[in-house]
């Protein structure tokens, strides 16, 4: 693609908000010194280097319009940063000396837990102004160095998802028994009993151990998948699949052994394919595919010979995120999950090395694609000076808006790069693809996708 149509698609388009991602918000690090980037998602992958300054140790999450840094060992503090004003930074709240926040989910617009790694309790606060409104104790899950180790969180509906690790700092950091996931009603803030039929308040036991990744939930299949790493360099996990409605583990959706190895990081696709971050024999982190259907791996995608990948995610775009911390060229790579080629020459430059990657919006869910696909709205018609167009996708892919003169000649590209599902504007302010003005007189718009094509008439006035 050309300096100049990166260009062009980065001023021109305007994703609506009623689905279309904005940008990724990735926390980079040295792990002495903390630093952040953005990823524009224009079709050109704009980066904008060192948008925050945070701590050494985050990662970071996407609520309401607003991106939440956790900076967690001795940052111990939720940084709250505003896009609209240049990443600057919104408020900042303590959790605790020593406390170590893990995560960070959402209730409301003010109301979220914290996970604290160096404590026995889920922290209850205000977002808006920072004040604590209490806490959920854990202690009951605790292992022999007093410690439950609660990690990761999930709000589906009015229930909370918390991993308990249980893994024993005094000895290598391995897991100790059961490892758990924790439920709590939102609206009482308590724990929920997962097995009624055994005394006391019981968490969701756990086949595997040591549940270290993200908890993903998949709504088309209604299910809870987390990856548990169990012993290191033993092939005793693999990513576990909970049903939070009979708030029980359904088994391994991948194991280690299929997969080849400890699964520190995993997504899901499309079509039935889902990713994995995998530490092989040689400790050398490996980005695989693997079926969904068979638990069976695919291929190798990336296998840079070095533990350097921490983080995948499939953008709400459709398009696969890797962060690389590779010595001599860190940076985030970019795949197309149709065929897992690399979209992106190289890494995209982060500045520091990339350590976490979040999104400004969630993916789409089933009832948000749209029905149709294809040209909608467009306002004003005619127009003077510019007018806006309307647009939905309806399946991952490739999207093309061209606008062509009376003669059939093509005169502008508005867009020309991949889209997820989700409803889209873009502007045209009469000029073609050099820069000049046309004239008076009736153009054609043409849309193309993956899976549809349609067309629409534009009438420009001088």
């Known amino acids: 693609m050309s300096n100049l149509k990166r260009m062009l698609l980065a001023a021109l388009f305007v994703p609506a908000a009623s689905g279309a991602a904005e940008f990724a918000f990735v926390t980079t690090t040295d792990y002495e010194t903390g630093s952040s980037a953005v990823i524009r998602f224009d079709g050109s992958w704009t980066t904008q280097i060192d948008a925050a300054s945070i701590h050494s140790d985050a990662i970071s999450r996407w609520?309401?319009?607003?991106?939440?840094?956790?900076?967690?060992?001795?940052?111990?503090?939720?940084?709250?940063?505003?896009?609209?004003?240049?990443?600057?930074?919104?408020?900042?709240?303590?959790?605790?000396?020593?406390?170590?926040?893990?995560?960070?989910?959402?209730?409301?617009?003010?109301?979220?837990?914290?996970?604290?790694?160096?404590?026995?309790?889920?922290?209850?606060?205000?977002?808006?102004?920072?004040?604590?409104?209490?806490?959920?104790?854990?202690?009951?899950?605790?292992?022999?160095?007093?410690?439950?180790?609660?990690?990761?969180?999930?709000?589906?509906?009015?229930?909370?998802?918390?991993?308990?690790?249980?893994?024993?700092?005094?000895?290598?950091?391995?897991?100790?028994?059961?490892?758990?996931?924790?439920?709590?009603?939102?609206?009482?803030d308590s724990l929920v009993d997962a097995d009624p039929s055994t005394p006391g308040i019981q968490a969701i036991r756990l086949q595997g151990a040591n549940p270290y990744s993200d908890i993903l939930y998949d709504e088309a299949s209604e299910r809870l998948f987390v990856s548990c790493v169990g012993w290191w360099a033993v092939n005793d996990g693999g990513v576990e699949i909970v049903n939070p409605a009979t708030l029980a583990s359904e088994g391994f959706l991948l194991t280690e052994a299929a997969a080849g190895g400890d699964i520190f990081d995993f997504d899901l696709s499309g079509g039935g394919k889902g990713y994995a971050v995998v530490a092989n024999s040689s400790f050398f982190t490996e980005l695989v595919s693997f079926d969904r259907a068979s638990g069976m791996k695919i291929a190798t995608i990336y296998a840079p010979g070095a533990w350097v990948i921490n983080d995948i995610g499939i953008a709400p775009s459709g398009e696969l995120f890797l962060a690389d911390q590779t010595v001599l060229d860190p940076g985030i790579r970019?795949?197309?999950?149709?065929?897992?080629?690399?979209?992106?020459?190289?890494?995209?430059?982060?500045?520091?090395?990339?350590?976490?990657?979040?999104?400004?919006?969630?993916?789409?869910?089933?009832?948000?694609?749209?029905?149709?696909?294809?040209?909608?709205?467009?306002f004003p018609n005619p127009f003077n000076p510019s007018t806006t167009i309307e647009y939905s996708v309806a399946s991952a892919g490739r999207v093309r808006l061209e606008i062509y003169d009376a003669a059939g000649r093509k005169i502008r590209t508005l867009i020309d790069g991949p889209h997820g599902p989700g409803n889209y504007r873009a502007s045209w302010d009469g000029a073609n693809d050099w820069g000049s003005p046309s004239g008076s007189g009736v153009y054609f718009l043409r849309f193309s996708s993956e899976d549809a094509a349609s067309s629409g008439k534009l009438v420009l006035l001088r």
């Not at 604290?116 to 209850?124: E, K, P, Q, S, T």
């Not at 190289?346 to 919006?361: E, M, Q, R």
């Open 63 to 188: 609520h309401a319009g607003l991106v939440y840094v956790v900076n967690r060992e001795n940052g111990d503090n939720i940084q709250i940063l505003d896009p609209a004003a240049g990443f600057s930074t919104l408020r900042q709240f303590s959790t605790g000396n020593g406390t170590n926040p893990q995560d960070i989910a959402f209730v409301d617009e003010a109301k979220a837990y914290i996970t604290l790694y160096d404590a026995n309790h889920l922290l209850i606060m205000n977002t808006v102004t920072g004040a604590q409104l209490g806490t959920i104790d854990l202690s009951a899950f605790a292992d022999g160095d007093g410690l439950c180790e609660n990690s990761r969180l999930r709000v589906v509906d009015d229930h909370l998802f918390v991993t308990i690790q249980r893994v024993d700092r005094n000895y290598w950091w391995g897991p100790v028994g059961d490892s758990y996931v924790a439920v709590v009603d939102c609206e009482t």
């Open 334 to 378: 970019i795949y197309d999950t149709s065929d897992d080629s690399e979209i992106t020459e190289g890494p995209v430059d982060t500045g520091l090395p990339p350590y976490h990657i979040c999104f400004s919006v969630p993916g789409v869910t089933d009832s948000e694609v749209p029905a149709f696909a294809g040209i909608g709205a467009i």
